[in-house]
T-cell receptor, first 114, second 115 residues
Framework: AQSVTQPDIHITVSEGASLELRCNYS??????LFWYVQSPGQGLQLLLK??????LVQGIKGFEAEFKRSQSSFNLRKPSVHWSDAAEYFC????????????FGAGTILRVKS | DTAVSQTPKYLVTQMGNDKSIKCEQN?????MYWYKQDSKKFLKIMFS???????INETVPNRFSPKSPDKAHLNLHINSLELGDSAVYFC??????????????FGAGTRLSVL
């Protein structure tokens, strides 16, 4: 069955430090992959997506992610974290053959300390 | 000019009541979705409609009934509310055709509390 695993429930980083959030997926075909961010009490905002082509994708707010097929991973990175990045981050895989539903990971809560 | 708007934002009700959540998108998309986010923040799809036709119907109690009067609206009606229905419900939409179909835009969510 298709699934997405985010191994880290919580991550705390210092402001200005680099960040990497891990995401692994289980899916037989070529995946469509996404990272969404949810600020407290807010909806989900799309950070970036991977469909095909260049495996390093750039997103909004200075985020990037790298698709590694051999590791079934799509890790999210940011070189220098800002306090406003504190939020919950969700990795998801899009399943076109299942009506385009998104299967989400459990999320990673990012805390930023000053 | 909210792209995907849900009403109400908060809904507090008693067990056994019937309630509806409304969703509207002004993006011109042809596909709309309902997701449920439980108390552990886990997000799971419930339904999807494409041009008013139901295309995804996950394992959801039949007390939940989606209704799509047109492709810009997808409402969620819940009968006989139970404590376990307490969650945040998100509406989303996407545009059919090619890879753009995969990009889903989410509303701000409706927090339902059943007492």
């Amino acid at each position: 069955a298709q699934s997405v695993t985010q191994p880290d429930i919580h991550i705390t980083v210092s402001e200005g430090a680099s960040l990497e959030l891990r995401c692994n997926y289980s899916y037989g075909a070529t995946p469509y992959l996404f990272w969404y961010v949810q600020s407290p009490g807010q909806g989900l905002q799309l950070l970036l997506k991977y469909f095909s082509g260049d495996t390093l994708v750039q997103g909004i707010k200075g985020f990037e992610a790298e698709f590694k097929r051999s590791q079934s991973s799509f890790n999210l990175r940011k070189p220098s974290v800002h306090w406003s990045d504190a939020a919950e981050y969700f990795c998801a895989v899009g399943l076109m053959e299942y009506g385009n539903k998104l299967v989400f990971g459990a999320g990673t809560i990012l805390r930023v300390k000053s | 000019d909210t792209a995907v708007s849900q009403t109400p934002k908060y809904l507090v009700t008693q067990m056994g009541n019937d309630k509806s959540i409304k969703c509207e998108q002004n993006l011109g998309h042809d596909t709309m979705y309902w997701y449920k986010q439980d108390s552990k923040k886990f997000l799971k799809i419930m339904f999807s409609y494409n041009n008013k036709e139901l295309i995804i119907n996950e394992t959801v109690p039949n007390r939940f009934s989606p209704k799509s009067p047109d492709k810009a609206h997808l409402n969620l009606h819940i009968n006989s509310l139970e404590l376990g229905d307490s969650a945040v419900y998100f509406c989303a939409s996407s545009q059919g055709g090619g890879q753009a179909k995969n990009i889903q835009y989410f509303g701000a969510g409706t927090r339902l509390s059943v007492l």
